[in-house]
Every structure is written in structure tokens, then in C-alpha cells.
């Protein structure tokens, strides 16, 4: 491989395209809700940097910004559409090339994200998002969270304490059981 600058020059005099992903495997949490490192479901761990750059010739659109929940498993998927490789039937991951390319259509309607116990076993969770909410479930105690990170996107009020969101809690719990 090439280092990013190499990279560059090489793609250049060569009229190779090129593509640069940048991410992350988790937050660190850095205090958010009392907690340090990650394992846990709050955006401070689970909402990680995804940039996609691409030279000219893939016809990415300029500035795209994705407000589907997008992951890790949907690198691969990307950059073997890129090469035009066949993708494998058990990838869990999507194609991002149709949003590079400027369509504004969801990626998947919810992304579920699980936690086995790692530090302690209430960092057991299973959670699900479709971008503006996000529903926890921990196992070890059954509690329930449920957020609207559209309006609160630090996670401060629990929906799920509250009367008027029962049937947006129920919902949630059924897609995940489903």
C-alpha cells in the first residue's frame, strides 16, 4: 500500500482513483453520562467519526451528509462495490455508494448494536436506532431506555419514564424481541 501522500501522487500521474475512509471503532465516552472508555450504548461510545473521500472519478457528490444509521460492516460492502467485486451473500453490511453519489434514501431503517459483559456485566446491552431515536435494553436487569437524539442528542432525558411515549417504548421493544 501506499502512504496517503504517495497515495496521491502515485493515483495522479497513474489516473488511478482513489478513496480515503476514516473512522473508528468506538468512543471513549470522556465523562458522558459518568462513564470513561467504552462498551456502552450512549452516543459518547457508539457515535463514531465515517468520513468517505474519493477522487473525482468516482462521482461521489460533494459535502453528502447520511442521517441513516450507518456502521463499520458497511466498509467492506463499499469498497467491494468500488472494485466491482461480487459481495458475499452473508455480508451484514450496505453498499454506501448510492449516498456518495447523492441518494438521500435510507441505508436500513434501524441499525441493532449488543454488548456482552466485558468490564462488568451490566455493560450487557442490546440497542437499536433509526437515527432519531435509539431504544437500550440491558439484559442483567431488564431496564429500558429510549432517547430522541434529534432532540436530545446528549442523551440527558429518558423517554422512557414518561406516560405519553408507552406505545413509542412499546414499539421499540417489539422490533427488538423481532
Known amino acids: 500500500f501506499y502512504l496517503i501522500s504517495d497515495f496521491k501522487k502515485k493515483s495522479r500521474q497513474e489516473g488511478r482513483p482513489w478513496v480515503?475512509?476514516?473512522?473508528?471503532?468506538h468512543g471513549e465516552m470522556m465523562g458522558?453520562?459518568?462513564?470513561?472508555?467504552?462498551?456502552?450504548?450512549f452516543e459518547g461510545s457508539s457515535r463514531i467519526p465515517?468520513?468517505?473521500?474519493?477522487?473525482?472519478a468516482l462521482?461521489?457528490?460533494?459535502?453528502?451528509?447520511c442521517d441513516s444509521p450507518v456502521c463499520l460492516e458497511d466498509i467492506m460492502p463499499t469498497l467491494l462495490a468500488l472494485t466491482g467485486l461480487p459481495e458475499p451473500d452473508n455480508v451484514d453490511g450496505k453498499s454506501l455508494i448510492p449516498v456518495l453519489k447523492g441518494n438521500k434514501d435510507s441505508i436500513r431503517s434501524t441499525l441493532h448494536a449488543e454488548h456482552?459483559?466485558?468490564?462488568?456485566?451490566n455493560q450487557a446491552y442490546q440497542m437499536l436506532t433509526d437515527g432519531?431515536?435509539?431504544?437500550i435494553w440491558r439484559p442483567v436487569n431488564g431496564r429500558e431506555l429510549l432517547f430522541n437524539l434529534k432532540e436530545d442528542p446528549?442523551?440527558?432525558?429518558?423517554?422512557?419514564?414518561?406516560?405519553?411515549?408507552?406505545?413509542?417504548?412499546?414499539s421499540w421493544?417489539?422490533?427488538?424481541?423481532f
Open 116 to 121: 456482552s459483559p466485558c468490564y462488568s456485566k
Open 32 to 41: 458522558d453520562h459518568y462513564y470513561y472508555r467504552k462498551c456502552e450504548p
Open 132 to 135: 432519531e431515536f435509539k431504544y
Open 154 to 170: 446528549k442523551e440527558l432525558n429518558d423517554l422512557s419514564l414518561i406516560e405519553e411515549y408507552r406505545d413509542t417504548l412499546k
Open 173 to 177: 421493544r417489539h422490533q427488538l424481541i
Open 50 to 56: 465515517f468520513l468517505i473521500q474519493g477522487s473525482p
Open 59 to 65: 462521482g461521489f457528490e460533494s459535502g453528502v451528509e
Open 20 to 25: 480515503i475512509i476514516l473512522t473508528s471503532d
